[in-house]
Structures are given as C-alpha cells and as structure tokens.
C-alpha cells in the first residue's frame, strides 16, 4: 500500500460545479497537510497549508481534514476553467523537516466551459 | 519577484553523457531540493541540501550528484550512470525549520536522444 493515494483522475466537471478532491494515507503521524495546484509543463504552486483536523477556507478553496479515517479533501467551489491542473497533495508529520514531506501522485481536473 | 528559476526549460541528453540542471532561488531560504515527478506517482526526492556545502541523498540518489557552492544554487548533474533519466525535475526551497512547506520552481524536462 502506498503512503499516500489520489485518484488520478482525469476528472472532468462542468464550469461551475463544486469539485471534490481527495487524498488517503496510511501514516497516522501525519498531522501538517498541504495542496499544490500544478498546471502542465509548469512546478507545484501551493495553495493550502493546514494542520490537524477541521477546515480551512481560503476564497473558493477550502481544505478538510478528517485525520480518525486518514482522509483529506480539497473543494473548489464555482470551478472556473483556470482550475484545469493536476492537484498534489503532501503531507507530514510533526517536526518534519522538508525531506521527509510525503507528495501524493496527483489528480487531473479539466473544468469544461 | 521572489522565485526559484529552472534552466533549460527543455534538455536532451545523449547516451553516455552527463547532463546539468541549473536551480537558482532568490527567497533567501536556507534549504533547497531536487525531485524527480513520473507520471502516476509522488514527487521522488533525489538530493536535498540545508546550507552551503552540506547535501544529503534522498530516496533516489543513485546516478545523480549535486553541488552547494550558494545559498542561491543548486544544480543537480544527472549522469550517464542514471540509466532511465526521462522525467520532469523539480527544484525547491524551504526555509529550514520543521514542517515549512516547500515553493517549487517551473521544473525542467529531461529526455533521451
């Protein structure tokens, strides 16, 4: 079992659906998670950072983490064709240093006008 | 504008020859990364480094080297004992403290002549 699952999608929505994205783990040390939004032929841009369980909202983003089933979750309401990227989830464990961030393999989203 | 710059954007690699990608950061982080992203998994960590002259292997070491001369630099030679050098490389950079996510650069895209 790998530490860290996605599907990989691709998945296709309609322009102004709410989209879910969602990442599983097997590591229950894991308590700092990250989402990166990567469009192609381009690097991970971060978008959200949160720690532990509950949600975090930042504009049509918003981030849940629900850490008793190893489960996190990326939603992106009003999805507009610029969210067309592949998602990358990361995760890590308290007192981590960068080398040992655990990178999800990502999910394709295309937003169809 | 504070970034991280990957050069050449595209690169060709003969068989038997070595082969240096260039990694430059103007963020003042400490640490820097390479990786190494293959469709359908994680970013694979190759080398990281916390401070001038000082590097540490990653995961995927092996037909790779790297220098730290600069804060600033990080570039990574792939070499001709890396026998499946096709993929698309990261660099990153972090402050180096626990848990900071890491800012990636544009990537570069390593194929085989």
């Known amino acids: 079992q790998k530490e860290v699952e996605q599907d990989p999608g691709p998945l296709s929505v309609p322009e102004g659906a709410i989209v879910s994205l969602n990442c599983t783990y097997s590591?229950?040390?894991?308590?700092?998670f990250m989402w990166y939004r990567q469009y192609s032929r381009k690097g991970p841009e971060l978008l959200m950072y949160?720690?532990?369980?509950g949600n975090k909202e930042d504009g049509r983003f918003t981030a849940q983490v629900d850490k008793s089933s190893k489960y996190i979750s990326l939603f992106i309401r009003d999805s507009q064709p610029s969210d067309s990227a592949t998602y990358l989830c990361?995760?890590?464990?308290?007192?981590?240093?960068?080398?040992?961030?655990?990178f999800g393999p990502g999910t394709r989203l295309s937003v169809l006008p | 504008d504070g970034g991280i710059t990957q050069s050449p954007k595209y690169l060709f690699r003969k068989e038997g020859q070595n082969v240096t990608l260039s990694c430059e950061q103007n963020?003042?982080?400490?640490?820097m990364y390479w990786y190494r992203q293959d469709p359908g998994q994680g970013l694979r960590l190759i080398y990281y480094?916390?401070?001038?002259?000082?590097?540490q292997k990653g995961d995927i070491a092996e037909g790779y080297s790297v220098s730290r001369e600069k804060k600033e630099s990080f570039p990574l030679t792939v070499t001709s004992a890396q026998k499946n050098p096709t993929a698309f490389y990261l660099c990153?950079?972090?402050?180096?403290?626990?848990?900071?996510?890491?800012?990636f650069g544009d990537g570069t895209r390593l194929s085989i002549l």
């Open positions: 990153a950079s972090s402050r180096w403290a626990t848990n900071q996510p890491q800012h």
């Open positions: 590591n229950s040390a894991f308590q700092y």
């Open positions: 949160t720690y532990s369980s």
């Open positions: 990361a995760m890590s464990a308290t007192r981590n240093y960068g080398q040992n961030f655990v």
């Open positions: 963020l003042n982080h400490d640490a």
């Open positions: 480094s916390q401070i001038v002259n000082d590097f």
